[in-house]
């Protein structure tokens, strides 16, 4: 299983640095409402804090690209997707990472690289403000952002090999999901049948797979 | 072949790719590589040496430095946390009971409740599934109509995309080039007019077929009064706010009421009467904001614009329909100003309608909205007895927070005080500190409600930055200029061209989710806007309502799969698609009304923020 474990150490390598970089977004709130503060109720604001705010939602987002990929969350048009066979998913997917991504993501590196190193040479500044804070580390981001979103896709081409040889998908990272908020809310309920409660909980997340194939893929399963 | 030919297999392919299956963010980068290296192929340069790489690199830089999109993280990450923060069966269940004498109660409640949960969460599947759970199964038992119980669910479900504060709205403002607030103040009435035509619906079918919706059994409309609560209104008086008032006065009786090991302490009793007078406070406070924003502050600095205001309002084109009807009855929170609505002298100055100080009208209005409303506030202090009040402490204690919250971002938002990304961040921080004085804030959830504001914040910002070099590659090709000669040629009036686009989008609608729709193919349809005189705010926000409609239509509703997984077994998928027919004429409906009378949308907008 060296395969396997390839892909969960690349798998815990984008999911690692994706979540140590989401962080920022508290970082970010407490920032701008200190901001609000100094702005509004001392009437002092502080100059590069438009910047700041620039930087560390860019750095957010971007460093955060592999992790979503590793946790197959980029939004695609599943409608006819989601009703194919493993197989026929995962050769249509090889297909298009050779095609699209890795020239795209290549390019991206390249191109990042570039302009981080030309940034870098010149000792780079912002210039829509006065005496702006420098932007040659900011700039660094696009090439390691998409250095970690190539190793992933990497790991995702992999993925499509053996799902073409077994004929399922190897198993990903578990991870904090959105139809999470069900089993939350209603563990915490007083007012709910507790028996519907369990029922519930218990098959939510196939609910949200049938549902996002539109019943395509398993109607009969509920 | 040619460029424009080359830009429409472009648009081709981004379609066949897309319904592959393939994520959409690294196709449109892909082929926006391929097709912009070869529009800047230029055989005397080395083959690394190409133009397009430079576009790439500036575009992602472009997102990455994007002031709209910035908002993003921050407002879902406030909905993340106010989703998991604020207890809904807690909340269903006070409303519920605070309408529990109008027909068809349960349905009205879950439609209030999904409104009022559109507002903190913006998604569709969470939403349907624990209203499923909470209301639809409760709503057969008391022997509803199966197709009203599951259309108010699915219809209540999907209104989260469109009230604002949400996601879509801030990325068809970085799409489209618009200001974020003025987007928000346009969707704000259409969304609770929504919502408030699928309650007349739901409120006139069950008067007229009572059948449909049986009254509930006595022991589900009992509401649980305290033993203390009985016993000191049979000792002070059946009006609680009298009682309680006089009990602040002689606390004696009070002080020795001892039920269910509860003992009646002084302060319990301040506690309780200033329970009873949150909604004196919430009348006078709406009241007294209406006032000073529409009087005290326009005229405290006039040239003090607000700074959203200023920020990135683009010059828009003459809207549809300058000068329409000013709608007829005032609104308690936004009295004023209704006059003067799309009147020419004063959309030509500078000043917002807001700016010039009140409008004649707005002292007679404000004067009847304020007699009416504490005529009623009266009349329900009048009948203010142990029930009511209990009532009115569940509704305090489970929706207020959320409730104020919300109210504090958005108005701070609409009255231009911050901008939207600085309200997003107070409204962050604001559900946080709800979320630990509700006492459910814990260590996992908070990790979880930063991982899924990064997920979330990703998918969108990468699809942003592929659709980003996909469309500056096809206005290169001239596939743009082409799109908009065929148009042009086609000699459409305005209503044809509004009808063929949001036709388009409908059916959009359907395979693909509402990122897709407004990063890819709104802005093919934004530049013909302009030659078609309609306004982007307006269009935006009947696309907005639009993809309501086309997340209701069957088959591929993915809110009827959501609720069909948590209804019982002989709940069939066509009974829930039955259900959902009446809400989708009902959006459509809605539309029409929207495009016929555009102040609707629009009247706030220029009244906060002037234009148009």
């Not at chain 2, 990325?171 to 007349?200: C, D, E, N, R, T």
């Not at chain 2, 002084?266 to 009467?273: I, T």
Request: charged share 10%; net charge negative.
């Amino acid at each position: 299983m060296t395969v396997q474990r390839f892909l969960l150490f690349v798998d815990h390598v984008s999911t690692w640095a994706g979540k140590a970089f989401s962080w920022i977004i508290l970082l970010l709130t407490a920032v701008v409402c200190v901001e609000v503060f100094k702005r509004y109720i001392l009437n002092n604001p502080t100059a590069w804090m438009f910047d700041a705010d620039n930087f560390m939602y860019g750095t957010l987002f971007m460093m955060c690209g592999a992790y979503t990929l590793a946790q197959d969350a980029h939004v695609r048009g599943d409608f006819l997707y989601g009703s194919m066979r493993p197989r026929m998913q995962a050769s249509l997917d090889l297909v298009l990472y050779v095609v699209f991504f890795l020239p795209g993501i290549a390019a991206l590196i390249y191109a990042g690289w570039d302009y981080a190193h030309a940034s870098w040479i010149i000792g780079e500044h912002v210039n829509d403000t006065a005496d702006g804070p420098p932007v040659y580390h900011f700039k660094t981001v696009i090439p390691i952002a998409g250095a970690l979103v190539m190793l992933q896709g990497i790991a995702e081409i992999v993925r499509c090999v053996v799902c073409l040889q077994t004929g399922e998908w190897p198993d990903r990272l578990a991870d904090a999901e959105e139809i999470d908020v069900v089993e939350e809310q209603l563990s915490g309920s007083q007012y709910i049948d507790k028996e519907a409660v369990k029922e519930a909980i218990a098959k939510v997340h196939e609910i949200d797979e049938v549902a996002r194939q539109r019943g395509m893929g398993g109607e009969t399963k509920l | 072949m040619s460029d424009p030919a080359l830009g429409l297999m472009m648009l081709t392919l981004i379609v066949i790719v897309i319904m592959m299956g393939f994520p959409t963010a690294f196709t449109l980068m892909g082929l926006g590589m391929f097709f912009g290296y070869i529009a800047f192929y230029d055989p005397t340069h080395a083959w690394l040496d190409n133009r397009v790489f430079d576009l790439m690199v500036q575009r992602t830089y472009g997102a990455m430095t994007n002031d709209t999109l910035i908002s993003i993280p921050l407002f879902v990450l406030m909905g993340y946390v106010m989703e998991r923060g604020a207890l809904v069966d807690k909340m269903f269940y006070s409303v519920r009971l605070a309408f529990r004498k109008v027909p068809a109660s349960l349905a009205v409640a879950t439609l209030i409740i999904c409104t009022f949960w559109g507002i903190a969460s913006g998604l569709v599947g969470a939403v349907v599934v624990l209203m499923g759970v909470i209301a639809f199964n409760p709503m057969l038992k008391a022997g509803y109509d199966v197709k009203l119980a599951s259309g108010v669910i699915t219809a209540g479900g999907t209104l989260g995309i469109l009230i604002p504060p949400s996601v879509m709205i801030i990325v068809y403002a970085a799409v489209a080039g618009q200001s974020v607030v003025k987007l928000y103040a346009s969707a704000m009435l259409p969304g609770f007019f929504l919502s408030a035509l699928y309650l007349i619906y739901v409120l006139a079918w069950a008067l007229l077929n009572p059948k449909i919706a049986p009254k509930l059994p006595e022991e589900q409309t009992r509401v649980p009064v305290p033993e203390w609560v009985r016993k000191f209104a049979s000792a002070y008086s059946p009006n609680m706010l009298v009682g309680l008032c006089k009990a602040m006065v002689s606390p004696g009786q009070a002080t020795r009421i001892e039920a269910d090991g509860v003992r009646v302490t002084y302060w319990m009793l301040v506690k309780n009467l200033t329970a009873a007078l949150v909604p004196l406070a919430m009348t006078l406070g709406t009241l007294w904001l209406a006032w000073w924003y529409v009087v005290i502050h326009q005229q405290a600095g006039p040239e003090d614009r607000p700074a959203a205001a200023i920020h990135q309002t683009v010059p828009a084109p003459q809207q549809l329909g300058a000068g329409v009807t000013a709608p007829s009855a005032p609104s308690t929170s936004q009295a004023g100003g209704l006059e003067q609505l799309g009147s020419p002298e004063l959309l030509q100055g500078p000043a917002t309608p807001a700016e010039v100080g009140p409008p004649e009208g707005f002292y007679l209005y404000f004067t009847i909205s304020a007699v009416i409303l504490l005529l009623i506030l009266g009349y329900y202090y009048w009948k203010l007895d142990a029930d009511q009040f209990e009532i009115l402490k569940l509704l305090t204690s489970s929706t207020m927070p959320l409730g104020i919250l919300t109210v504090v971002v958005l108005a701070v938002i609409l009255f231009g005080i911050t901008t939207a990304s600085e309200s997003a961040a107070i409204g962050a921080a604001g559900a946080y500190l709800l979320a630990i004085q509700a006492g459910t804030l814990n260590w996992q959830r908070v990790k979880e409600s930063v991982f899924l504001t990064a997920k979330t914040t990703a998918m969108v910002c990468w699809l942003f930055v592929g659709s980003a070099l996909f469309s500056a590659v096809f206005a290169i090709l001239g596939g743009q200029s082409l799109v908009e000669e065929w148009v042009l040629s086609l000699h459409m009036s305005p209503l044809q061209f509004m009808l063929l686009s949001q036709a388009i989008i409908f059916v959009l609608g359907w395979p693909l989710e509402w990122t897709e729709i407004i990063v890819i193919f709104v802005p093919i349809f934004l530049p013909l806007l302009k030659h078609f005189n309609i306004d982007p705010i307006l269009w935006g926000t009947i696309v907005f309502v639009n993809l309501q409609a086309a997340f209701l239509s069957p088959p591929v509703a993915m809110s009827a799969f959501y609720l069909k997984g948590v209804a019982p077994k002989h709940v069939t998928l066509n009974q829930i698609f039955a259900g959902m027919m009446p809400y989708m004429i009902i959006v459509c409906i809605c539309m029409a009304i929207m495009y016929v009378w555009p102040g609707m949308s629009l009247w706030l907008p220029n009244y906060l923020y002037g234009g148009g």
